[in-house]
Nanobody, 121 residues
Framework: QVQLVESGGGLVQAGGSLRLSCAASGRILNINAMGWYRQVLGMQRELVANITSGGSTNYADSAKGRFTISRDNVKNTVYLQMNTLRPEDTAVYYC???????????????WGQGTQVTVSS
């Protein structure tokens, strides 16, 4: 019902920047929360940042002051601008959204396929 396409991951040196994008498509009536999570192999997936449909944001302590989440409600796209990257930011980053779809009408959580971010020291 909803497809998510992520882009923007890659390899960057410490102190560098990356911008992640996640575009949603499908039978979407409305998208509520959109966000980014990350996961290191063998560890639990953790929230990086999320943003409501009204634009309210929430960040993990590790992301505050360095990362900025934003969304384009017309394009159904969420972005994560990551600055001053550190080696400990290395992880697979997953896009998440909660969407109301039609045919059938229901609200569900959806996840992107993940994009690797590697920060070298």
């Amino acid at each position: 019902q909803v497809q998510l396409v992520e882009s923007g991951g890659g390899l960057v040196q410490a102190g560098g920047s990356l911008r992640l994008s996640c575009a949603a498509s499908g039978r979407i009536l409305n998208i509520n929360a959109m966000g980014w999570y990350r996961q290191v192999l063998g560890m639990q997936r953790e929230l990086v940042a999320n943003i409501t449909s009204g634009g309210s944001t929430n960040y993990a302590d590790s992301a505050k002051g360095r990362f900025t989440i934003s969304r384009d409600n017309v394009k159904n796209t969420v972005y994560l601008q990551m600055n001053t990257l550190r080696p400990e930011d290395t992880a697979v980053y997953y896009c998440h959204l909660r969407a109301l779809t039609f045919l059938p009408k229901r609200e569900n959580d959806y996840w992107g396929q993940g994009t690797q971010v590697t920060v070298s020291s």
